[in-house]
Protein backbone atom coordinates (compact mmCIF):
# COMPACT_ATOMS: atom_id res chain seq x y z
CA UNK A 1 0.00 0.00 0.00
CA UNK A 2 1.43 3.23 -1.22
CA UNK A 3 1.86 6.69 1.41
CA UNK A 4 -0.58 8.42 -0.61
CA UNK A 5 -2.83 5.73 0.11
CA UNK A 6 -2.38 5.41 3.69
CA UNK A 7 -3.02 9.03 4.29
CA UNK A 8 -6.08 8.96 1.80
CA UNK A 9 -7.07 5.49 4.58
CA UNK A 10 -5.94 7.61 8.02
CA UNK A 11 -7.92 11.22 6.19
CA UNK A 12 -11.09 9.06 5.90
CA UNK A 13 -11.20 7.38 9.44
CA UNK A 14 -10.13 10.96 11.22
CA UNK A 15 -13.32 11.79 9.04
CA UNK A 16 -15.55 9.49 10.34
CA UNK A 17 -14.32 9.38 14.15
CA UNK A 18 -15.34 13.24 13.63
CA UNK A 19 -18.52 12.51 12.24
CA UNK A 20 -19.14 9.77 15.11
CA UNK A 21 -18.29 12.30 17.66
CA UNK A 22 -20.29 14.58 16.37
CA UNK A 23 -23.24 12.13 16.50
CA UNK A 24 -22.61 11.84 19.92
CA UNK A 25 -22.50 15.44 20.80
CA UNK A 26 -25.95 15.75 19.37
CA UNK A 27 -27.42 13.63 21.72
CA UNK A 28 -26.73 15.59 24.92
CA UNK A 29 -29.55 18.15 23.30
CA UNK A 30 -31.45 15.58 22.83
CA UNK A 31 -31.02 14.28 26.78
CA UNK A 32 -31.56 17.36 28.46
CA UNK A 33 -33.93 19.40 26.31
CA UNK A 34 -36.62 17.44 27.38
CA UNK A 35 -35.86 19.17 30.72
CA UNK A 36 -36.45 22.54 29.69
CA UNK A 37 -39.28 22.04 27.41
CA UNK A 38 -41.95 20.10 29.60
CA UNK A 39 -40.32 20.70 33.38
CA UNK A 40 -39.86 24.48 33.13
CA UNK A 41 -41.98 25.56 30.28
CA UNK A 42 -45.07 23.31 31.13
CA UNK A 43 -45.71 21.63 34.23
CA UNK A 44 -43.40 22.50 37.42
CA UNK A 45 -43.82 26.00 37.29
CA UNK A 46 -48.13 25.56 37.71
CA UNK A 47 -47.76 22.77 39.93
CA UNK A 48 -45.00 23.56 42.37
CA UNK A 49 -47.17 26.72 42.63
CA UNK A 50 -49.88 24.66 44.15
CA UNK A 51 -47.50 22.66 46.58
CA UNK A 52 -46.38 26.27 48.16
CA UNK A 53 -50.01 27.23 48.36
CA UNK A 54 -50.93 23.69 49.99
CA UNK A 55 -48.51 24.99 52.49
CA UNK A 56 -49.08 28.53 52.81
CA UNK A 57 -50.27 29.99 56.16
CA UNK A 58 -53.88 31.77 56.50
CA UNK A 59 -52.50 35.15 54.37
CA UNK A 60 -51.13 32.72 51.54
CA UNK A 61 -46.86 32.75 52.62
CA UNK A 62 -44.99 30.05 52.92
CA UNK A 63 -41.77 30.33 55.14
CA UNK A 64 -38.40 28.68 53.89
CA UNK A 65 -35.66 29.47 56.12
CA UNK A 66 -38.34 31.71 58.07
CA UNK A 67 -38.21 34.58 55.25
CA UNK A 68 -42.01 35.36 54.86
CA UNK A 69 -42.48 34.29 50.46
CA UNK A 70 -45.92 34.22 48.80
CA UNK A 71 -46.35 31.20 47.43
CA UNK A 72 -47.71 32.79 44.30
CA UNK A 73 -43.73 33.62 43.82
CA UNK A 74 -42.33 30.33 45.15
CA UNK A 75 -41.29 29.51 41.84
CA UNK A 76 -39.74 32.56 40.35
CA UNK A 77 -37.70 32.93 43.47
CA UNK A 78 -36.58 29.48 43.56
CA UNK A 79 -35.51 30.34 40.07
CA UNK A 80 -33.72 33.28 40.49
CA UNK A 81 -31.79 31.38 43.38
CA UNK A 82 -30.65 28.81 40.67
CA UNK A 83 -29.40 31.48 38.47
CA UNK A 84 -27.41 33.00 41.46
CA UNK A 85 -26.35 29.40 42.26
CA UNK A 86 -25.22 28.85 38.28
CA UNK A 87 -23.59 31.83 38.31
CA UNK A 88 -21.12 30.70 41.36
CA UNK A 89 -20.92 27.12 40.45
CA UNK A 90 -20.37 27.45 36.44
CA UNK A 91 -16.72 29.27 36.38
CA UNK A 92 -15.50 26.58 39.00
CA UNK A 93 -16.52 24.19 36.77
CA UNK A 94 -15.26 25.59 33.20
CA UNK A 95 -12.19 26.27 34.92
CA UNK A 96 -11.28 23.08 36.28
CA UNK A 97 -12.34 21.34 32.59
CA UNK A 98 -10.00 23.86 30.74
CA UNK A 99 -7.24 23.51 33.71
CA UNK A 100 -7.34 19.52 33.74
CA UNK A 101 -8.51 18.74 30.15
CA UNK A 102 -11.07 16.22 31.69
CA UNK A 103 -14.06 18.24 30.49
CA UNK A 104 -16.01 14.57 30.22
CA UNK A 105 -16.05 13.34 34.22
CA UNK A 106 -17.37 16.92 35.01
CA UNK A 107 -20.19 16.64 32.36
CA UNK A 108 -21.28 13.45 33.57
CA UNK A 109 -21.16 14.34 37.19
CA UNK A 110 -23.49 17.49 36.19
CA UNK A 111 -25.68 15.63 34.05
CA UNK A 112 -26.93 12.92 36.03
CA UNK A 113 -26.64 15.00 39.32
CA UNK A 114 -29.73 17.00 37.25
CA UNK A 115 -31.11 14.56 35.97
CA UNK A 116 -31.87 12.81 39.46
CA UNK A 117 -33.54 15.77 40.85
CA UNK A 118 -35.47 16.12 37.97
CA UNK A 119 -36.46 12.06 38.21
CA UNK A 120 -36.73 12.79 42.45
CA UNK A 121 -39.78 15.84 41.74
CA UNK A 122 -42.02 12.11 41.20
CA UNK A 123 -41.76 12.20 45.48
CA UNK A 124 -43.66 16.29 45.13
CA UNK A 125 -46.64 15.67 46.90
CA UNK A 126 -48.88 17.46 49.22
CA UNK A 127 -47.13 20.42 50.92
CA UNK A 128 -43.15 19.66 50.07
CA UNK A 129 -42.32 22.47 48.49
CA UNK A 130 -39.14 22.74 50.20
CA UNK A 131 -38.22 19.94 48.50
CA UNK A 132 -39.27 21.38 45.05
CA UNK A 133 -37.78 24.03 45.66
CA UNK A 134 -34.18 22.20 46.40
CA UNK A 135 -34.84 19.81 43.42
CA UNK A 136 -35.36 22.34 40.82
CA UNK A 137 -32.29 24.53 42.39
CA UNK A 138 -29.94 21.55 41.69
CA UNK A 139 -31.56 20.78 38.60
CA UNK A 140 -31.13 24.07 36.83
CA UNK A 141 -28.13 25.13 38.51
CA UNK A 142 -26.60 21.31 36.74
CA UNK A 143 -28.09 22.06 33.63
CA UNK A 144 -25.94 25.23 33.21
CA UNK A 145 -22.60 23.47 34.51
CA UNK A 146 -23.31 20.95 31.52
CA UNK A 147 -24.03 22.95 28.62
CA UNK A 148 -21.09 25.25 29.45
CA UNK A 149 -19.20 21.91 29.41
CA UNK A 150 -21.85 20.57 26.06
CA UNK A 151 -21.23 23.78 24.26
CA UNK A 152 -16.85 23.95 25.02
CA UNK A 153 -17.06 20.65 22.67
CA UNK A 154 -17.81 22.55 19.77
CA UNK A 155 -14.56 24.05 18.87
CA UNK A 156 -12.64 20.55 19.34
CA UNK A 157 -15.16 18.50 17.50
CA UNK A 158 -16.14 21.01 14.40
CA UNK A 159 -13.89 22.41 12.41
CA UNK A 160 -14.15 25.86 11.53
CA UNK A 161 -16.60 25.28 8.03
CA UNK A 162 -18.68 22.89 9.74
CA UNK A 163 -19.26 24.41 12.97
CA UNK A 164 -22.28 26.54 12.08
CA UNK A 165 -24.12 23.27 10.69
CA UNK A 166 -23.00 21.17 13.32
CA UNK A 167 -23.96 23.60 16.36
CA UNK A 168 -27.60 23.81 14.11
CA UNK A 169 -28.45 19.75 14.03
CA UNK A 170 -27.60 20.13 18.00
CA UNK A 171 -30.30 22.69 18.37
CA UNK A 172 -32.31 20.92 16.11
CA UNK A 173 -32.53 17.59 17.99
CA UNK A 174 -32.83 19.10 21.42
CA UNK A 175 -36.25 20.74 20.17
CA UNK A 176 -37.14 17.68 18.45
CA UNK A 177 -36.80 15.01 21.35
CA UNK A 178 -38.84 18.02 23.27
CA UNK A 179 -41.57 18.23 20.83
CA UNK A 180 -41.66 14.29 21.06
CA UNK A 181 -41.79 14.07 24.74
CA UNK A 182 -43.87 17.17 25.09
CA UNK A 183 -46.65 14.88 23.05
CA UNK A 184 -46.61 11.69 25.43
CA UNK A 185 -46.73 13.98 28.27
CA UNK A 186 -49.50 15.95 27.16
CA UNK A 187 -51.36 12.14 26.15
CA UNK A 188 -51.03 11.47 29.87
CA UNK A 189 -51.92 14.47 31.69
CA UNK A 190 -55.53 15.02 29.35
CA UNK A 191 -56.17 11.52 29.27
CA UNK A 192 -55.12 11.09 33.09
CA UNK A 193 -57.94 9.48 34.08
CA UNK A 194 -58.58 6.60 30.87
CA UNK A 195 -54.69 5.84 32.46
CA UNK A 196 -56.32 5.11 36.37
CA UNK A 197 -53.93 8.13 37.79
CA UNK A 198 -55.08 11.50 39.31
CA UNK A 199 -53.96 14.82 37.51
CA UNK A 200 -51.42 15.74 39.56
CA UNK A 201 -49.84 12.10 39.79
CA UNK A 202 -49.82 12.60 35.90
CA UNK A 203 -47.76 15.65 36.27
CA UNK A 204 -45.31 13.59 38.78
CA UNK A 205 -44.85 10.91 35.98
CA UNK A 206 -44.60 13.63 33.57
CA UNK A 207 -41.70 15.28 35.31
CA UNK A 208 -39.72 12.20 36.37
CA UNK A 209 -39.97 11.28 33.41
CA UNK A 210 -37.75 13.83 32.42
CA UNK A 211 -35.04 13.39 34.80
CA UNK A 212 -34.94 9.23 32.94
CA UNK A 213 -34.89 10.63 29.70
CA UNK A 214 -31.96 13.24 30.56
CA UNK A 215 -30.72 10.62 32.59
CA UNK A 216 -30.46 7.55 29.52
CA UNK A 217 -29.39 9.55 26.70
CA UNK A 218 -25.98 11.04 28.38
CA UNK A 219 -25.06 7.83 27.89
CA UNK A 220 -24.68 8.45 24.43
CA UNK A 221 -22.32 11.57 24.40
CA UNK A 222 -20.56 10.00 27.29
CA UNK A 223 -19.69 7.22 25.38
CA UNK A 224 -19.07 8.44 22.05
CA UNK A 225 -16.60 12.34 23.45
CA UNK A 226 -13.10 12.24 24.41
CA UNK A 227 -11.01 14.53 26.20
CA UNK A 228 -8.16 15.84 24.39
CA UNK A 229 -5.35 18.25 25.22
CA UNK A 230 -3.02 18.66 27.83
CA UNK A 231 -4.19 19.98 31.10
CA UNK A 232 -3.41 24.05 31.00
CA UNK A 233 -0.96 24.78 34.19
CA UNK A 234 -2.25 26.70 37.57
CA UNK A 235 -1.41 30.29 37.33
CA UNK A 236 0.95 29.71 40.49
CA UNK A 237 1.69 26.07 41.46
CA UNK A 238 -0.25 25.23 45.35
CA UNK A 239 -2.28 28.31 44.93
CA UNK A 240 -5.74 27.67 45.96
CA UNK A 241 -9.36 27.23 44.24
CA UNK A 242 -11.48 30.71 43.16
CA UNK A 243 -14.29 31.45 44.05
CA UNK A 244 -17.24 31.89 41.30
CA UNK A 245 -16.83 35.32 41.33
CA UNK A 246 -13.05 35.40 41.61
CA UNK A 247 -12.75 33.38 38.44
CA UNK A 248 -15.83 35.08 36.58
CA UNK A 249 -13.52 38.21 36.91
CA UNK A 250 -10.26 36.33 35.85
CA UNK A 251 -11.93 35.23 32.81
CA UNK A 252 -13.77 38.50 31.90
CA UNK A 253 -9.80 39.85 32.60
CA UNK A 254 -8.98 37.47 30.17
CA UNK A 255 -11.45 38.49 27.78
CA UNK A 256 -10.49 41.99 27.93
CA UNK A 257 -7.80 40.94 25.62
CA UNK A 258 -10.22 40.18 22.61
CA UNK A 259 -12.28 43.30 22.46
CA UNK A 260 -14.05 41.95 19.53
CA UNK A 261 -15.13 38.87 21.65
CA UNK A 262 -16.85 40.65 24.16
CA UNK A 263 -18.25 42.97 22.09
CA UNK A 264 -20.02 40.05 20.20
CA UNK A 265 -21.21 38.99 24.06
CA UNK A 266 -22.49 42.42 24.65
CA UNK A 267 -24.57 42.23 21.29
CA UNK A 268 -25.77 38.99 22.53
CA UNK A 269 -26.43 39.48 25.54
CA UNK A 270 -28.50 42.10 24.49
CA UNK A 271 -30.44 40.42 21.31
CA UNK A 272 -30.51 36.65 23.58
CA UNK A 273 -32.25 39.00 26.20
CA UNK A 274 -34.84 39.43 24.05
CA UNK A 275 -35.37 36.15 22.88
CA UNK A 276 -35.51 34.82 26.45
CA UNK A 277 -38.00 37.33 27.42
CA UNK A 278 -40.77 36.52 24.03
CA UNK A 279 -40.37 33.40 25.37
CA UNK A 280 -40.72 33.24 28.45
CA UNK A 281 -43.77 36.02 28.29
CA UNK A 282 -45.40 35.19 24.98
CA UNK A 283 -47.72 33.03 26.99
CA UNK A 284 -48.73 35.90 29.23
CA UNK A 285 -49.70 37.79 26.06
CA UNK A 286 -51.50 35.33 24.79
CA UNK A 287 -53.54 34.38 27.40
CA UNK A 288 -54.48 37.66 29.29
CA UNK A 289 -54.43 39.74 26.40
CA UNK A 290 -55.42 37.62 23.60
CA UNK A 291 -57.75 35.66 26.02
CA UNK A 292 -56.33 32.21 25.01
CA UNK A 293 -56.83 29.27 26.91
CA UNK A 294 -54.57 26.74 28.30
CA UNK A 295 -54.94 24.36 25.57
CA UNK A 296 -54.09 26.47 22.79
CA UNK A 297 -50.98 27.74 24.37
CA UNK A 298 -49.68 24.05 24.57
CA UNK A 299 -50.29 23.67 21.25
CA UNK A 300 -48.35 27.08 19.98
CA UNK A 301 -45.39 25.36 22.33
CA UNK A 302 -45.66 22.49 20.80
CA UNK A 303 -45.94 24.02 17.02
CA UNK A 304 -42.86 26.59 18.26
CA UNK A 305 -40.60 23.13 19.44
CA UNK A 306 -41.56 20.95 15.87
CA UNK A 307 -40.79 24.93 13.82
CA UNK A 308 -37.47 25.31 15.55
CA UNK A 309 -36.33 22.03 14.44
CA UNK A 310 -36.66 22.98 10.68
CA UNK A 311 -35.44 26.57 11.29
CA UNK A 312 -32.37 25.92 13.01
CA UNK A 313 -31.48 23.37 10.25
CA UNK A 314 -32.45 25.88 7.63
CA UNK A 315 -30.55 28.80 8.76
CA UNK A 316 -27.62 26.58 9.37
CA UNK A 317 -27.87 25.93 5.68
CA UNK A 318 -28.12 29.62 4.95
CA UNK A 319 -24.76 29.92 6.89
CA UNK A 320 -22.87 27.90 4.72
CA UNK A 321 -23.67 30.42 2.04
CA UNK A 322 -23.98 33.66 3.69
CA UNK A 323 -21.90 33.12 6.73
CA UNK A 324 -23.00 33.05 10.18
CA UNK A 325 -23.00 36.49 11.21
CA UNK A 326 -25.18 37.79 8.21
CA UNK A 327 -27.84 34.70 8.93
CA UNK A 328 -28.04 35.98 12.46
CA UNK A 329 -28.08 39.52 11.27
CA UNK A 330 -31.29 38.63 9.37
CA UNK A 331 -33.09 36.70 11.91
CA UNK A 332 -32.39 39.62 14.56
CA UNK A 333 -34.76 41.56 11.47
CA UNK A 334 -37.22 38.81 11.18
CA UNK A 335 -37.80 38.89 15.15
CA UNK A 336 -38.42 42.12 14.70
CA UNK A 337 -40.99 42.22 12.36
CA UNK A 338 -42.52 39.30 14.22
CA UNK A 339 -42.52 40.88 17.45
CA UNK A 340 -44.00 44.49 15.86
CA UNK A 341 -46.38 42.12 14.23
CA UNK A 342 -47.81 40.82 17.10
CA UNK A 343 -49.23 43.71 18.59
CA UNK A 344 -51.74 43.79 15.99
CA UNK A 345 -53.09 40.34 16.79
CA UNK A 346 -56.91 40.19 16.94
CA UNK A 347 -57.88 39.01 20.60
CA UNK A 348 -59.83 35.77 20.44
CA UNK A 349 -58.36 34.78 17.41
CA UNK A 350 -55.74 31.27 17.98
CA UNK A 351 -55.26 30.85 14.54
CA UNK A 352 -53.28 34.31 14.64
CA UNK A 353 -51.45 33.20 17.51
CA UNK A 354 -50.37 30.03 15.96
CA UNK A 355 -49.00 32.54 13.05
CA UNK A 356 -47.32 34.07 15.36
CA UNK A 357 -45.82 31.19 17.09
CA UNK A 358 -44.60 29.83 13.44
CA UNK A 359 -42.62 32.65 13.14
CA UNK A 360 -40.59 32.68 16.42
CA UNK A 361 -40.22 28.93 15.75
CA UNK A 362 -38.47 29.43 12.25
CA UNK A 363 -35.59 31.80 13.48
CA UNK A 364 -35.76 30.63 17.73
CA UNK A 365 -33.48 27.48 16.84
CA UNK A 366 -31.51 28.95 14.22
CA UNK A 367 -30.54 32.43 15.97
CA UNK A 368 -29.21 30.25 19.26
CA UNK A 369 -27.55 27.87 17.15
CA UNK A 370 -25.39 30.33 15.03
CA UNK A 371 -24.71 32.63 17.97
CA UNK A 372 -23.42 29.54 19.78
CA UNK A 373 -21.23 28.45 16.64
CA UNK A 374 -19.62 31.99 15.61
CA UNK A 375 -18.89 32.68 19.52
CA UNK A 376 -16.72 29.17 19.34
CA UNK A 377 -14.72 30.49 16.50
CA UNK A 378 -13.65 33.96 19.05
CA UNK A 379 -12.51 31.35 22.09
CA UNK A 380 -9.01 31.03 22.36
CA UNK A 381 -7.52 27.26 21.81
CA UNK A 382 -7.53 25.77 25.61
CA UNK A 383 -10.14 28.40 27.21
CA UNK A 384 -13.26 27.03 25.55
CA UNK A 385 -15.10 26.22 28.92
CA UNK A 386 -13.91 29.32 30.22
CA UNK A 387 -15.39 31.46 28.32
CA UNK A 388 -18.71 29.66 27.18
CA UNK A 389 -19.07 29.70 31.11
CA UNK A 390 -19.06 33.75 30.40
CA UNK A 391 -21.45 32.75 27.04
CA UNK A 392 -23.75 30.82 29.45
CA UNK A 393 -23.99 33.50 32.19
CA UNK A 394 -24.89 35.71 29.54
CA UNK A 395 -27.50 32.98 27.83
CA UNK A 396 -28.79 32.55 31.41
CA UNK A 397 -28.05 34.37 34.11
CA UNK A 398 -28.51 37.91 32.68
CA UNK A 399 -31.56 37.74 31.19
CA UNK A 400 -33.56 39.98 33.29
CA UNK A 401 -34.31 43.46 31.79
CA UNK A 402 -36.22 42.50 28.96
CA UNK A 403 -38.98 40.81 31.74
CA UNK A 404 -38.38 44.12 33.60
CA UNK A 405 -38.65 46.43 30.63
CA UNK A 406 -41.82 44.26 29.94
CA UNK A 407 -42.76 44.74 33.35
CA UNK A 408 -42.67 48.14 33.50
CA UNK A 409 -43.98 48.91 30.43
CA UNK A 410 -47.15 46.87 31.18
CA UNK A 411 -47.34 49.09 35.02
CA UNK A 412 -47.29 52.26 32.63
CA UNK A 413 -49.52 51.74 30.34
CA UNK A 414 -52.05 48.39 31.49
CA UNK A 415 -51.41 46.84 27.78
CA UNK A 416 -49.55 43.76 27.52
CA UNK A 417 -49.55 45.07 23.39
CA UNK A 418 -47.34 47.78 24.45
CA UNK A 419 -45.49 45.60 26.83
CA UNK A 420 -44.52 42.80 23.73
CA UNK A 421 -43.85 45.46 21.40
CA UNK A 422 -41.32 47.18 24.04
CA UNK A 423 -39.29 44.01 23.02
CA UNK A 424 -38.24 45.06 19.38
CA UNK A 425 -35.71 47.50 21.10
CA UNK A 426 -33.37 44.66 22.01
CA UNK A 427 -33.68 43.00 18.62
CA UNK A 428 -32.75 46.57 16.89
CA UNK A 429 -29.80 47.43 19.97
CA UNK A 430 -28.85 43.92 19.07
CA UNK A 431 -28.65 43.99 15.01
CA UNK A 432 -26.57 47.15 15.83
CA UNK A 433 -24.15 46.10 17.97
CA UNK A 434 -23.10 43.02 16.40
CA UNK A 435 -22.96 44.41 12.47
CA UNK A 436 -20.59 46.46 14.24
CA UNK A 437 -18.43 43.64 15.08
CA UNK A 438 -15.37 42.76 12.98
CA UNK A 439 -15.62 38.84 13.34
CA UNK A 440 -12.92 37.66 11.16
CA UNK A 441 -10.66 39.93 12.78
CA UNK A 442 -11.89 39.01 16.20
CA UNK A 443 -11.39 34.97 15.02
CA UNK A 444 -7.58 35.83 13.90
CA UNK A 445 -7.31 37.86 17.35
CA UNK A 446 -7.84 35.03 18.84
CA UNK A 447 -5.59 32.73 17.34
CA UNK A 448 -8.05 30.72 15.24
CA UNK A 449 -8.07 30.07 11.48
CA UNK A 450 -10.68 32.29 9.50
CA UNK A 451 -13.18 30.05 8.00
CA UNK A 452 -14.16 30.82 4.09
CA UNK A 453 -17.46 32.43 5.23
CA UNK A 454 -18.51 33.17 8.75
Not at 219 to 232: C, E, S, T, Y
Not at 270 to 285: E, K, L, P, W
Request: glycine share 10%; aromatic share 10%; with cysteine.
Amino acid sequence: MGTDTVKAVAADDAVAERRREQRGWYFYDWACSVYSTSVLTVFLGPYLTEIAKAAADPEGYVHPLGIPVSAGSFFAYTVSASVIVSVFVMPLAAAAADRSGRKKPLLAVAAYLGAAATAGMFFLDGDRYLLGGLLLIVANASLAVSMVLYNSYLPQIAPPEERDAVSSRGWAFGYAAGALVLVANLVLFLGHDGFGVSEATAVRICLASAGVWWGAFTLVPLKRLRDRGAPQPRPSQGAPPRGGLRQLRETVRDMRRHPHTLAFLLAYLVYNDGVQTVISQASVYGSQELGLDQSTLIVAVLLVQLLAVAGALAMGRLARTHGAKRTILGSLAAWTVTIGAGYFLPAGAPAWFFVLAAGIGLVLGGTQALSRSLFSHLVPRGKEAEYFSAYEISDRGMAWLGPLIFGLTYQLTGSYRDAIVSLVAFFLVGFVLLSRVPVRRAVRDAGNPVPHRI
